[in-house]
């Protein structure tokens, strides 16, 4: 087990629901064997998820958002080996829904994602860039931005900042489309626990697999 | 993948900023490396070449000497070094202990059938001696007569001797 955790690549996805805080681990196998391509087989092979859980939020519980992330990376890294991790997981986060706005466009002809196309799309579309941070996937012919205002972006991240667990990403899982796109990782977790909220356990594995290098947009 | 803490454009960035900065630190490092190998080239000090000694033939390094050498033969020229014939080197050279004939130049005539020269002996008799002629009961040529000197040429050594016509006869110049 230390073995495996100290040699592999762990990532962790935390979301933020209305009431409920879903975190999923995961370990990302290194075997040259299994990792032919890109087939759902080997990556159903190379990933394994070893913890998922879900806590209330502020109903039952007297601690904050940022410290019960704190404490579950911190009991895990620090309590469940016997030594201290020393590859620190990747860590997702995905607020709650209502914060995020989804825009597509179809893509331009002459793309640079450095370019300042981005940004000219978002003022066309009535966004003001001081506003809202955001960032841009492409998806077949459209581009997929994924808007948070800052405020409510910094809401959720200065606690965080304050008990030194930034997480490396924050995104979004699109529960619409993880219907067809987490199928090779249900079976992983259909097993483990009758959760309360099933589709943001989805989320959680599908949110830690992106940190992994699996792309679920 | 979005990412909202790192955007693509700041990832492009941060991709750029790190390509570029790895350039940068390679010519630094190359240019450090440079700058020692000419600072390591430039401070090393010229080793002295030990070689063979120089062979030389004789009559290069005394011209006057060839007339006691062998005359050259159709045999290869026999070298020696300089190491090796010291006792060449510290020879007297012959031409030093002459003296020009002890004969007081009285006086030297200017004509058109060429100069002459008159000479007074020791015991007082004068003597005219023109170019190419032999001085009496000596083996000294008179062999040019300029306007401050006269030179002779010995006949057994082939020695010139310069003489200056208004120094002391007792103080020849030579060269």
Known sequence: MLF???KNNVAVGFVVGERWLTSAWLIGYKSRRNRKGNSILADRQSTKVVMLCQRPIYTHNHMSLAELISSNLNQVILKTTPIPMIKKPFVSLQLPERLYETLIVEKPNTLKLTGQWAAAALADAGYNLNEWRWDVCLQGSACVFLLVKMVDLHHYLQPLNKAGCVPNAVSYINP?????????LAPQYTGMTVLPDPIAA???????????????? | MHNLITPVYARKQAQQRWLYSTIACACVVLGFLQLRY???????????IITQPIKVMPELIAPEVPALMPAPTTEEPNYTTLD???QLLDKPNPCADLTPPDYQITAVLWQQQGELLVLRSPLGRHLHVSLGQHLEQSKWVLQSIDKHSITWQHQEFLCNVIQAIKAPPNQPLRY
């Open chain 2, 84 to 86: 090796s014939t010291p």
């Open chain 1, 4 to 6: 495996s955790w100290t």
């Open chain 1, 176 to 184: 619409e489309r993880l219907v067809s796109l987490d199928n090779h």
């Open chain 2, 38 to 48: 000419a600072l390591t080239t430039a401070s090393t000090t010229a080793e002295p």
């Open chain 1, 202 to 217: 989805k989320q959680a594995v599908c949110l830690a697999a992106t940190g992994l290098g699996y792309i679920y947009a």
